[in-house]
């Protein structure tokens, strides 16, 4: 066994434009398939965690086999009853610790590993203490502050049909939609908004919104938000609450930033430490497989082509896109998740990953924190992360709600020695091997097999023209290679004789009849 946590971001007041959410180099090995996906090399010494003011507060200890049930912590029969109808009927420790407080008003500090059930506990108190009222025009009552748009949209769809059922509203704010139907619906009042920080100043400058009457505010993954560099911009945000109002801080780890946050906007809170900063590690089984460089790819490749859910994360968004190409080419189901796609295509591929139509997900480290899918057993570090904190935060996509899984950096000789620093600094003990494609300690851990070599097709996404006009479709043949769209001077034109209306010959069109004389 060999022994393998990011320090604080170093974040001072500055403007709330100034955003940050770039992208690490890309490293792999030398050797890759067509439209290789990474250069370079990540041999650079791993940035190390250092320990913040809330890493040795006293952990709430529950007892898993005799929580209260959800009418005993004080919820309203309505919300339980439409608990039940989704087949949610015993609260997860963190709910049982927190919705107590959240619901005598008390500001709150929660810190629970991935996966443990935060959404609900900080939704249903808000939803509780927020009923028998309605938002006035442009005025919420509620605020939910969340770091991506794949995370605020999945909050919403967990907590809609629970506000349904006190005749409160919710309304998603976040960029890559539609804005101005975001601004129509503000504008006519929403009790709850559940937001990323950039996109709500944006309606707040347009005068969309007004935070002044929000009662409780609730800031979910607040280390995220902290190294997107979105904190000065969150600052301005709580800024425009009312100082009295109650205020919900949940997160996987509580440091740097985070901590001078919780100083400065959070009341007296009852803290709820349901994990140490390190704990979700211990639910997983972590691997280092050393391969040659130019067998990377061959094995990377098998073990995407394993039976169940299996991540992969790469460092730049060509990467990502690369590898998913690449896996569909080899005939593994693949798609890819990054900033740089479109809202319908990130949808698309999360939405095909749910429902198993695919089953390799290729994700950057920007995109880590939205997947919120169950039943994930593999993340694959395909490239070493830039730092401890994001390799806890990928792995945090399996062995979610107390669930087992397994996690494996594939490493080549020239990462080795980063990748061992970068898993120290994390409290990480991992396994190390060295492999090969094929290897049956490999295939019996990681159940990982033979692609069927057939390609797969994968439609891209319609996009529209640049005139606005009809979205011009492409597609790609059975190697993967997309064809270029039709020009847009062609839509509406017979699909025999591109160029000039149905129905007229070659010789009756007015450049015919020209040439002719």
């Not at 919710?170 to 996109?199: E, F, N, S, W, Y």
């Not at 898993?423 to 492999?435: F, K, N």
Request: net charge positive; hydrophobic share 40%.
């Amino acid at each position: 066994m060999t022994s393998y946590a990011q320090r604080p971001s170093a974040g001072s007041r500055s403007s709330r434009n100034d955003l940050h959410s770039g992208a690490s180099r890309y490293s792999n090995s030398s050797s890759r398939p067509r439209g290789g996906y990474s250069r370079g090399n990540s041999s650079r010494p791993a940035k190390s965690a250092e320990r913040g003011p809330f890493d040795d507060i006293p952990l709430t200890v529950l007892d898993a086999d005799n929580l209260p049930s959800f009418a005993e912590l004080g919820l309203p029969r309505s919300l339980t009853q439409a608990l039940g109808r989704a087949g949610i009927e015993t609260p997860f420790p963190v709910q049982a610790a927190t919705i107590p407080d959240a619901l005598a008003g008390r500001d709150v500090l929660g810190r629970a590993a991935t996966g443990a059930g935060k959404t609900l506990a900080f939704g249903l108190p808000m939803i509780a203490r927020l009923e028998g009222d309605k938002a006035r025009p442009r005025r919420p009552r509620g605020l939910i502050l969340v770091p991506t748009r794949e995370l605020a949209m999945q909050v919403v769809d967990s907590l809609a049909p629970l506000a349904q059922a006190r005749d409160l509203s919710l309304r998603l704010v976040a960029g890559g939609l539609p804005i101005h139907k975001q601004m129509q619906g503000l504008i006519r009042g929403t009790d709850i908004v559940v937001a990323t920080p950039g996109r709500l100043v944006d309606l707040i400058e347009r005068r969309a919104c007004d935070l002044s009457d929000v009662q409780v505010t609730v800031l979910d993954e607040a280390d995220h938000m902290a190294d997107l560099g979105f904190l000065p911009v969150v600052r301005s945000l709580l800024d425009m609450t009312p100082a009295g109002g109650q205020r919900l801080l949940f997160s996987a780890t509580l440091d740097g930033d985070v901590a001078s946050l919780v100083t400065q906007y959070l009341s007296d809170p009852a803290i709820k430490a349901l994990a140490s900063p390190r704990a979700a590690v211990d639910t997983m089984d972590h691997h280092v497989f050393r391969v040659p460089a130019g067998l990377k790819w061959q094995l990377i490749t098998q073990i995407a082509a394993r039976e169940g859910r299996t991540i992969l994360f790469v460092r730049t968004k060509f990467g990502a896109e690369r590898l998913a190409d690449n896996l569909n080419r080899a005939g593994v189901a693949a798609s890819a998740l990054h900033g740089g796609r479109t809202q319908a295509q990130r949808t698309k591929a999360l939405n095909g990953f749910k429902n198993g139509t695919v089953s390799a997900l290729v994700a950057t480290d920007v995109a880590a924190r939205g997947i919120h899918v169950d039943d994930v057993s593999l993340v694959l570090h395909v490239d070493p992360p830039a730092d401890s904190k994001d390799y806890l935060h990928r792995s945090g996509r399996t062995a979610r709600a107390g669930m087992a899984g397994l996690v494996v950096s594939i490493v080549t000789p020239n990462e080795d020695r980063a990748v061992r620093s970068l898993l120290s600094g994390a409290g990480v003990h991992a396994e190390q091997r060295d492999t090969i494609p094929g290897d049956p300690a490999m295939v019996a851990l990681t159940g990982a097999r033979e692609p069927s070599g057939i390609a797969l097709v994968e439609p891209t996404v319609p996009t529209r023209n640049r005139d606005g006009g009809r979205p011009e479709r492409s597609w790609r043949d059975r190697t993967g290679a997309e064809r270029q769209p039709r020009p847009s001077s062609w839509h509406g034109r017979s699909r025999t004789e591109a160029g000039r209306p149905a129905g007229r010959s070659a010789s009756s069109t007015p450049a015919a009849r020209r040439s002719h004389g």
